[in-house]
């Protein structure tokens, strides 16, 4: 626990950055039979309140930009994106493009560990796992265990760590279909704050952005 509170104190000091994401994921078939499908993302950041977040997969794109003032969502293949006004933080976004739009963005928990969101205090368990080396880092293995979840994640060893690789377990499906993502780190970017307004391409059709429905 303590271990991921000082990568938390230590992510919430970055000011830019650039992360690039291979997401693999298991989708459980009705016979119990699991098949994974991936996907990739890459997202800057400008602390405390621009993001640029694009995700692919084999059938689709997503591009979000939020530059302090608007957050847009544009779908690239069918020219169609929505944008709606919001000037918080990246971290407040990401709470509120869960619960009032149904969106989530790639890898969210790294804007919100650390923080009053995501507290440790549901742990089960929690246990150093030992060393391994992900992606030619040297790494601390950790593993945890909280109500309906098991989840493992690899910081990078040394005074500033950052998560290299991140695997939770759906333990409320009995075939336990896991997730897994692997953290490139760009700690020296090279984007302008101008990267994160959002300019609509040529010939891109305006929607609206739908909210989720309350109970």
């Known amino acids: 626990v303590e271990a991921m509170k000082k990568m938390s104190a230590y992510l919430r000091t970055l000011q830019r950055y650039q992360v690039s994401l291979d997401l ?3 989708r459980v078939l009705q016979d119990g039979q699991k098949l994974m499908h991936s996907a990739s993302a890459s997202i800057d950041v400008a602390q405390p309140n621009r993001i640029k977040a694009s995700t692919s ?6 591009v979000l930009s939020f530059d302090g003032k608007k ?3 544009l779908f690239p293949d069918s020219n169609y994106y929505s ?4 000037s918080g933080t990246v971290a407040d976004l990401v709470q509120k493009l869960r619960a009032d739009f149904g969106v989530e963005l790639p890898a969210a928990d790294l804007f919100v560990w650390g923080t ?5 205090d549901n742990l089960q368990s929690a246990m150093n796992a030992g060393q391994a080396v992900v992606n030619g880092t040297l790494c601390d293995q950790y593993a945890f265990r909280q109500p309906g979840i098991d989840w493992q994640i690899w910081l990078s060893a040394g005074a500033n760590p950052v998560p290299m690789k991140l695997v939770v377990t ?10 897994v993502t692997e953290f490139h780190w760009n700690l020296k970017p090279s ?11 040529v010939g891109a059709k305006a929607i609206d952005m739908v909210s989720v429905k309350k109970q």
């Open 24 to 26: 693999t994921g298991e």
């Open 57 to 62: 997969t084999a059938s689709s794109r997503r």
């Open 71 to 73: 957050v847009s969502l």
């Open 83 to 86: 944008s709606v006004d919001y």
């Open 116 to 120: 009053p969101a995501a507290p440790f």
């Open 170 to 179: 759906n333990l409320r499906d009995d075939a336990r279909p896991q997730s």
């Open 191 to 201: 984007f302008k704050d101008s990267s994160f307004a959002f300019v609509p391409p």
